[in-house]
């Protein structure tokens, strides 16, 4: 029977010196001085130094045997002490084994590949672990910003038929004998969801069956999209500047941000705006051979993104670049009124929104345009045949948003358990 823990580490801070304490945790590393022990603890709240002398812990011989990942309970008092870190350590009057640890695989200097393949086991880093909470803290902060903005939760399927970013990034499965995918978007649900909410939100996975290895490209990914009912891109373009402001600004404090040695400044606001033509001139005086009218490649979109101090809009692209339901600008049909947003540092594309088509015809005529089957899309444009008004949504992708404000290297760093197209376990 597990004996009941009074405090977690997190808690000891902020206790009256001499406050007795027990509590769980595990072994992160252990040093012997002859009849001293130290014990560096750690128990997902934070880390604090255990000392163990002969003379106070009864069991002391067994504690020599205790090795690192062990998992123990720790029973002291709460001590002051300049030469520990922090200041403060416990100091130990009983120390017993709840679990014993095989000699740990993972040894300084271990190479990135053998990190994910031990994923499972490098997930008991300070620093991986920093990472999730600064992730988990992200989506509670978004979660209830949206709740205060009128936004409701909605969950959507994740076996669809039919694609919203293109056929060629499906992931197909056999739906007891009826073809099927996974899912790439919520948004179509969203659109549907709208004439009876007002304004949705999904947070959930998302799934794209991409080759591309670069840095920032997942083949599954925590996707925070957005919809509203009666707005237009001007409306959803200052509904994610608002957004992310208050997310970098919730995070920016976080002492997990110290733990990684990431000094997050959060951005000024308003965010730059520039259109699509003009970040095409600019990417060419850089030296970039790109035309009009072509997508920007992870090199020229990182170049851009170093180019700013914050985050930019990039509006107004062209239709041959973006999903059949993008709105298209009454000025200059070939253009969609769409935008992504791309993240200073060389982060690139965080958000990609914009205004949907909301009349039937005109949705018709794109989708027959793009060489889809309007059989396909049958629910999601009838849809427009009953009092669909205006309306407008992004996408957010949780892994780039995390990696830009934990300054990570890859993607892969701000989730759990990565997929990408080389990996899928474990």
């Known amino acids: 029977m597990l004996e009941r823990a009074t405090h977690t580490i997190k808690d000891l801070w902020s ?33 604090i130094q255990v000392s163990a002398k002969r003379e106070n812990v009864p069991n002391f011989e067994k504690v020599k ?4 990942e062990y998992a123990i309970f720790v029973s002291g008092k709460v001590v002051n002490d300049r030469r520990a870190p922090r200041g403060r350590e416990i100091r130990a009057g009983s120390i017993e084994i709840v679990a014993k640890s095989e000699p740990f695989p993972i040894k300084k200097g271990a190479g990135k590949k053998f990190l994910l393949d031990m994923r499972h086991l490098h997930i008991r880093s300070i620093k991986v672990s920093a990472v999730m909470r600064v992730r988990s803290e992200v989506c509670n902060v978004a979660r209830e910003w949206l709740r205060k903005e009128g936004f409701v939760e909605i969950h959507a399927p994740s076996i669809i038929t039919m694609a919203v970013e293109g056929g060629a990034t499906l992931f197909p499965i056999d739906y007891f004998g009826e073809r099927a995918y996974l899912t790439q978007s919520s948004q179509f649900y969203e659109e549907a969801a709208i004439t009876g909410l007002g304004k949705v939100y999904t947070l959930q996975p998302s ?6 290895r670069t840095r920032r490209h997942l083949t599954e990914f925590w996707h925070l999209e957005c919809e509203m009912a009666f707005s237009t891109h001007e409306d959803v373009m ?18 997990e941000l110290s733990v990684i040695n990431r000094k997050f400044e959060p951005p000024q606001r308003p965010f730059e705006r520039i259109s699509y033509d003009e ?33 930019v809009f990039v509006t107004g692209f062209p239709k041959s670049i973006r999903a059949f339901y993008h709105m298209l600008s009454e000025e200059n049909p070939e253009v969609t009124l769409s935008s992504d947003l791309i993240a200073p540092e060389g982060y690139g594309e965080i958000t990609t929104g914009g205004q949907r088509i909301h009349d039937y015809e005109s949705l018709l005529k794109r989708i027959e345009e793009e060489g889809l089957n309007p059989e396909d899309y049958s629910w999601y444009l009838e849809l427009r045949k009953y009092g669909m008004p205006p309306h407008s949504g992004f996408g957010l992708g ?6 830009w404000i934990c300054g990570l290297e890859h993607v892969r ?3 759990l358990f990565p997929r990408t197209p080389s990996r899928v376990r474990p």
């Open 413 to 415: 760093d701000a989730c």
């Open 207 to 212: 799934f794209r069956a991409e080759m591309s």
């Open 398 to 403: 949780i892994e780039r948003l995390i990696a």
């Open 238 to 255: 200052n509904l994610e500047e608002r957004l992310i402001s208050h997310i970098a600004e919730s995070i920016s404090e976080l002492e």
């Open 15 to 47: 206790l009256e010196e001499g406050t007795e304490v027990s509590l769980y945790g595990w072994v992160r590393n252990k040093r012997e001085h002859g009849d001293l022990i130290f014990i560096d603890l750690r128990d997902g709240t934070g880390i």
């Open 279 to 311: 970040a095409i001139e600019i990417l060419k005086e850089e030296g970039y051979e790109i035309e009009w009218g072509e997508d920007f490649g992870a090199e020229a979109e990182r170049h851009l993104s170093m180019m700013f101090d914050r985050p």
């Open 65 to 68: 045997t205790i090795g690192r």
